[in-house]
Structure formats: C-alpha cells, structure tokens
C-alpha cells in the first residue's frame, strides 16, 4: 500500500526516528510497541499524512488510497450530537443502522445518540472518534492507542471489528492481550531504530527475549576479547619500556625487539578500535524483599454481607456476600460504570453502601493506587516521594526508581511536572514499597508502556500480602488474580479462578 524510506525526526537534540523504513500491504494486521515517548505517535503521523519527517519519504502510496487516522487528542465540533458528529466524518452510503450499532459496540446506550457530544467526558470522546475512524470505509486504519478508556466487552467488540476488517491495520497499543488477538507482526521501536518480528505479541516477546540473551552472550564474549587485547597491549608496552634501556652492548638488538613490541600493542588496539561494538543489553529487572509487608493482617480481610449500591434510584449491584482471606489475589471487572470503584471505596471505608455492611480484620495496613493519583504530592520530588513512602536512604531510593525507569535528574522532577504516565510509575514504585498487608489499584497500568507492566507484574508476583485489582488488562489479570469478580447487569458474580476471555 505504501512505503516508507530512511525516516527521520528530531526534536531538540534527540533524533526519534533514526533512519526507519517499513511497507504496509493490504490485510496487514500489525502492531508498534516502544516504550512510552520513543516516537511511535510521531511515527504513526507521519504515516498519516499529518506530520512530515525532516528527511526520508512516505513514496509509493496507492492511488486513492484511503487512510482513517486516530489521534490520541479527539475534536469535535459543539453543538453536535453524537450521531451528527459521526455523519459528518463518514462516507454518505454508511448506513445509520452501521453507526448505532458501532456506536453501542463502543459502548454509548441508545439514549446517548442525541446528547451534545461537549458534554462527554474525554474518554466518550476518544470512543466517538473511534467509530468514525472504524465506519470511514478507509483501506488502512492507523489506530493510535485505541484500546485506552475501554472496558472488557468494547476491547471484544473492537477485536472482532478489526479481525473482520478488510483494509489493513497498524495500531500502536500498551495491551498486549489485544496485539496477541489482533496483529499478525509486530514492529518495535526502540533508540529510533524500528525491528519488525513475525507473530503477535506473544511471538515477539518470546523472540525478543531470545535476541537479549543472545546479545548478552554476544557482549559478554566481546568484553572479554577486549580485556585480553587490553591485556596483551599493556604487557608488550610494559616489556618494550624495559628493552629501551640497559647496557651498551645488545642495545640495538634490544632496540628492534622494543620497536617490535610497540607495533603490537598498536595492531591490538587498532583492533580494539575497528571491532563492531555490541551494546550492553537491558539490565534484567529484579527487586529485593523490599516487597513483603512489614507485618501480616489477620486471617480474615474483609467480610460483607447483603451489600448493594444504588445513584439516582439505579442499582448497580446489589446481594453481595464477600468473604476475603489474607493473601487472596482477587480480579474486579465489568463494564465501565458498573461500580467496580465503588466497591473498593465501601471496602476501604470510604462510602458508605446503600444497604449491607463490611467488617473489617485485624491489623489491616492497606495501600490504595488511585486511576488518577490524587494520593500523590505534587510538591515533592520524585526522590522525596519515594524516600518519604518507603523511609530508604537516598541510595536505595534512586536504586529502585532506576527499576521502574527514573534515571539520572529524572528524580528531581517536582510531582506536580510529571506526564501521566511518570505519575502511574511513581504510584507503581509507592504501591512496591509500600509496606501494606493489603494493595489496593485501581487501574495499575493506565497510561502504562509495556516495559513498565512487566515491571509491575514482576514485583507483584513477589508480593506476599492481599491484592485487589481493578484493571481492563486482560494480560496482568491472568498473571497475577487466583479469583474474579465480575460486576454488571445489577449483581456480582465471584469465580474461584482468575480471568479468562470466556468470562
């Protein structure tokens, strides 16, 4: 459909793109992975047509080719509704029965077709913008971050769509259960530089871990090369310095053997200095007991019974007896409005249930993480945080806030500057180190890269306390949970296992 040659993108002194090609065909199904600022947005406008490299081209475009783009920032015009704004984007012949049915996929309710689309919150927006994209009969969608503010049953909704498509597709996505489902190659970008792997993100992954242990083989071999040669260098200088001197007789003898010696000290480090260098691999992410509870809650965590809760004469969900034991690993999922957050909040104290009541066990030190992180101090430094949270000297703070990807003065940034993702690393890193008995998140991964998950999954596996975890990440609720919760439809349904795509 198109192909894209020696791309590149700078901004300040740091070069994004660094020379990236890549070709898109027809039924294409392929995902971009990196880590959170790499460039992929600035990749996928390039792509689109929206923005331009300072060098390289897009060339062999297909005439007519038609490109449906979805930005990360939704704009609408007000004043219109729902169905009006979608009309206006799509091709005249979309049928209205394709966009209410669109629009319900993505979960809008009937009774929302007429509502102003400026009194939708950013995320109905996000999901507005993305039917549109989805009904413009476009031969390529580039999807920039479409699963963000979507529940379980839209992420279903949207792969099926996308399965059926008949154009091609290049989404860039943090979820790796929706890449697994969707894409059939994936393509990294990492330092600038693109790699394209065949498979989902399940293949990738497994290949990508390959290629580390091989480049750290690669390196580790390399370094030792160089240490010998280094070696080497330093005993022939060494020995020629002692051949320069001494008595008269034998001095030119000793001459040539010194003159001998320094021509190969230099032929090594010639040879050091021509050897292609192999880059030292990602450190491997570990960390210490630093996770366990400073002590543990009794036996029983929580105990309700009878509870519902109910806004505006609506229940959400109503008869819930719930029983929770020290050291479960629990799911909570359902659709978005469902009262999932709810939930936690009457569990932690925090509201008050409509009927029902919950009893808490002894010596229960919970830790909540916030959607939105309101817990954190936008005053404080990133070190301040982490050192305050933890009570850790300097040393060991900067340590692990290196594990989760603060690095250098990164850690002197005031809360308050951080991106939305920096904050969900900073919660990450207080969650860790918290001390708790209990973790409480709400949507750990929110603006999350895929480094950071593994990061956070990693450290949780380790976590001998009690979890409860909100989430729409299929990928963490199958690592980590032993039991779900399922909410909607005006009740709690509880399985004695973790999530799964049947659910």
């Known amino acids: 459909m198109f192909n894209a040659h020696s791309l590149e993108k700078q901004y300040g002194t740091r070069a994004v793109l660094d020379g990236v090609s890549l070709s898109v065909s027809p039924r294409d199904r392929v995902g971009l992975v990196g880590r959170n600022g790499c460039g992929k947005t600035t990749l996928l406008r390039i792509l689109a047509g929206v923005d331009h490299p300072d060098r390289g081209s897009v060339s062999g475009v297909r005439h007519g080719l038609s490109i449906g783009y979805l930005a990360q920032i939704s704009e609408f015009a007000s004043g219109d509704s729902l169905i009006d704004a979608i009309g206006r984007v799509v091709p005249p012949d979309v049928a209205e029965w394709e966009i209410r049915k669109a629009l319900m996929g993505l979960g809008f309710t009937a009774a929302q077709f007429t509502q102003n689309v400026s009194t939708l919150s950013g995320g109905e927006k996000t999901r507005l913008m993305l039917a549109g994209v989805l009904l413009g009969r476009h031969d390529l969608l580039i999807l920039d971050e479409p699963t963000s503010h979507l529940d379980l049953e839209m992420l279903r909704w949207l792969e099926g769509y996308l399965n059926a498509y008949a154009g091609a597709v290049l989404v860039s996505s943090h979820d790796r259960r929706f890449l697994d489902n969707v894409t059939t190659s994936i393509l990294e970008l990492d330092g600038g530089k693109l790699s394209r792997f065949a498979g989902g993100y399940s293949e990738y992954a497994a290949a990508k871990q390959e290629q580390i242990e091989r480049q ?37 003898q000793r001459g040539r053997i010194s003159e001998k010696m320094a021509k190969r000290a230099h032929a090594a480090e010639k040879r050091i200095e021509q050897m292609e260098k192999v880059n030292k691999p990602r450190d491997s992410f570990h960390l210490n007991a630093a996770l366990a509870p400073d002590r543990r809650s009794g036996r029983r965590v929580f105990e309700a019974r009878g509870l519902a809760i109910s806004y505006g004469g609506r229940t959400l969900w109503q008869d819930l007896d719930l029983d929770i034991e020290y050291g479960e690993r629990i799911g909570i999922v359902g659709p978005n409005g469902s009262g999932k957050t709810t939930l936690l909040r009457i569990l932690l104290g925090e509201e008050e249930p409509s009927k029902g009541s919950v009893i808490t066990g002894a010596c229960l030190v919970p830790f909540r993480m916030e959607q939105e992180h309101r817990n954190l101090d936008p005053e404080l430094t990133v070190l301040q945080t982490v050192e305050t949270v933890g009570g850790m000297t300097q040393t060991e703070a900067r340590t692990l806030l290196a594990c989760f990807l603060f690095r250098e003065d990164e850690v002197f940034k005031r809360v308050g500057d951080l991106s939305g993702g920096e904050r969900a690393r900073l919660a990450v890193t207080g969650a860790v180190i918290s001390g708790a008995n209990l973790l409480v998140l709400d949507e750990p991964t929110n603006h999350l890269d895929i480094d950071t998950r593994e990061r956070l999954e990693q450290a949780l596996e380790a976590y001998a306390g009690t979890m409860l975890i909100v989430s729409h990440d299929r990928w963490l609720l199958q690592r980590l949970t032993r039991r779900t919760l399922v909410l909607g439809n005006g009740r709690v349904i509880d399985m004695a296992e973790a999530y799964s795509e049947g659910a």
Not at 216 to 239: H, K, M, N, P
Request: cysteine-free; aromatic content about 8%; overall charge positive.
């Open 216 to 252: 750290r083989s690669d390196y580790t071999l390399q370094q030792r090369q160089i240490r010998a040669l280094e070696e080497f260098v330093r005993r022939q200088l060494g020995w020629a310095e002692k051949t320069q001197g001494g008595p008269k007789r034998g001095r030119d």
